[in-house]
């Protein structure tokens, strides 16, 4: 509108002029400026009908992951000549191709597509707006206003899919489920032999202890059952940032997701807990629900400070059934500030906790980030060994230590150490 505003300043000045001076030259030179002032005028339409809607394909991605976004414009009003369609993107997200911006004409009762890609980082990204400017045939007159095009994108941690993982926790509950009971019942691993009861079908009969006490034994199975498993994951910020703003946290993302997935799959009941600069709890449950609950709060976690929550003593056991899994997903660094950490895990395995430790190596990661040289080599290897005397203690304390060299996928890297039992792990660096 400054242009109109402009002209017609300008033509009012030629009229003025023209009568002051009774000049018929000045008011000739502003009659083709009324008439170019008028015609533009007229050519705005009196109503106009938009609609807009707004298309994400797919509407849930992995981190990264191409998504396009097509913005559609309909037109159910009268012929428009020049329409400036300008989509507003939520802070995050990265333009992969495409532009969200585009000029078109639009025809009454027709439609235009304004088409890009996108990628973005972990999180929930909102679409609200999009900026409709229509001008007329001269350029003249412009019409600027925001239509509504709701839209989610939801990018969720990847989830690499572990085949089994292998825990026993001393309680388990009542349903039938994969993690050995130690109750003999019906089952698959042998467990013992008692008395032979009425009803008890012929293949589980011990005919050798039979013949030899004269006597009928029916063998007994070691019941599989389902248990609670508690997923801690760290997010603190002085145990994850190093080099500035690079973090590791994302791995631990990554992890604790493949984790949740498994266990749930197994029929199992999980809960997680997330210690940054709050704690955010996602109370225990099973199946497909809960799997999305946890990945929603995985998806909005964040590395955070909180001093109240400096250490792993913080946190409450009433969060944890007696005598339940518990799995801690920490780069556990070993500094002055998270000294006590170590004898927080212990700690958990005295009150009859089984405890899990997935570790995203710092170690390595910090290293990668950093030019190689010798003193940097020499720097990690002795890190790397006060780290390996740390880590003993928790397994002397029965505890199941796993590092993962984040170069390297979780699922591939970790599968072989987790589908055993713990008894049989070193603690160490994964090779």
């Known amino acids: 509108m400054k242009r109109t505003t402009f002209l017609l300043a300008f033509v009012f000045a030629l009229l003025i002029a023209s009568l002051a001076t009774a000049s018929g030259g000045l008011l000739l030179l502003a009659i083709p ?35 396009t976004v097509r913005v559609i414009v309909r037109n159910r009003g009268v012929d428009l000549s020049e329409v400036l369609i300008e989509d507003i993107l939520p802070d995050g997200l990265i333009l992969e191709s495409g532009s969200p911006r585009s000029l078109v004409a639009l025809p009454g009762g ?24 229509i001008g007329d045939v001269l350029g003249l007159t412009r019409q600027a206003d925001f239509l509504p095009a709701p839209g989610q994108l939801f990018v969720i941690p990847n989830v690499l899919r572990l085949k089994n993982i292998s825990i026993r926790p001393l309680r388990t509950r009542v349903y039938t489920g994969s993690i050995p009971a130690r109750v003999g019942g019906s089952g698959s691993e042998f467990f013992g032999v008692r008395n032979y009861q009425p009803g008890d079908s012929s293949r589980i009969i011990n005919w050798r202890a039979s013949a030899r006490h004269e006597e009928i034994y029916s063998n007994e199975y ?16 002085h145990s994850n940032l190093f080099a500035g703003d690079h973090s590791i946290f994302d791995h631990s993302v990554v992890a604790a997701a493949a984790l949740a997935d498994v266990f749930l799959s197994q029929g199992n009941r999980v809960g997680m807990l997330i210690q940054s600069s709050m704690l955010n709890w996602t109370f225990p449950s099973y199946g497909k629900i809960q799997r999305e609950r946890i990945m929603r ?23 944890f059934p007696a005598e339940s899994q518990i799995v801690l997903v920490s780069p556990l660094i070993t500094d002055p500030l998270l000294a006590d950490d170590l004898d ?35 720097a990690g290897r002795v890190v790397y060994l006060e780290r390996k005397v740390a880590l003993r203690r928790l397994l002397h304390a029965g505890i199941h230590v796993v590092e993962w060299d984040v170069s390297k996928p979780f699922d591939q890297a970790v599968s072989p150490y987790l589908s055993r039992p713990f008894y049989t792990h070193p603690v160490g660096r994964i090779p």
């Open 110 to 133: 027709g439609e235009a597509v304004l088409e890009y890609v996108v990628s973005a980082p972990r999180g929930t990204y909102h679409f609200e707006n999009v900026r409709i400017e």
């Open 297 to 319: 709060d995985l998806m909005h976690a964040h590395v955070g400070d909180n001093p109240a929550l400096t250490g792993l003593h913080r946190l409450s056991f009433s969060m």
């Open 33 to 67: 400026l009324i008439l170019y002032l008028v015609f533009a005028l007229l050519g705005l339409p009196d109503e106009i009908e938009l609609e807009v809607s707004r298309l994400l394909d797919p509407e849930r991605a992995d981190p990264n992951e191409p998504v």
């Open 222 to 237: 070691q019941q599989e059952r389902v248990a609670d498993v508690g997923i801690v994951v760290d997010a603190r910020k």
């Open 344 to 378: 927080a895990l212990i700690q958990w395995r005295a009150r009859g906790y089984q405890v899990l430790v997935v570790i995203p190596d710092p170690v390595s990661f910090e290293l990668s980030l950093l030019p190689s040289s010798s003193e940097s080599d020499l």
